[in-house]
């Protein structure tokens, strides 16, 4: 468990920027695949409403949506503050 809550913290804190990023550069198409996986793997630690959230972003995404921003706000709260309750258990570096 700690090694996938050490992976999802690696690979999912930035998430949202890099979602702003793919957007601004018009890459939809990784913007969604980003939302995809960060889905995946807040359903691996059972952070049921962070994959919901991601899975919503995803389909607004997909479907071409514009006003991303408040959707993409709560994903990056909900992140942060899974990283930091997670403060406690996380792998030494």
Do not use: Y
């Not at 992976?7 to 990023?21: E, L």
């Not at 969604?32 to 995404?61: K, P, W, Y």
């Amino acid at each position: 468990m700690f090694s996938l809550l050490d992976f999802f913290i690696k690979d999912n804190t930035d998430a949202v920027k890099h979602v702003r990023a793919e957007l601004a550069a018009g890459d939809r198409e990784a913007a969604g695949r980003r939302m995809h996986t960060l889905a995946s793997n807040a359903g691996f630690l059972c952070a049921l409403d962070l994959m919901e959230v991601a899975r919503q972003a995803e389909a607004a995404i997909d479907r071409g949506e514009v006003e991303l921003e408040p959707m993409l706000d709560a994903i990056a709260a909900q992140v942060s503050a899974l990283v930091e309750a997670s403060e406690p258990w996380r792998l030494p570096v």
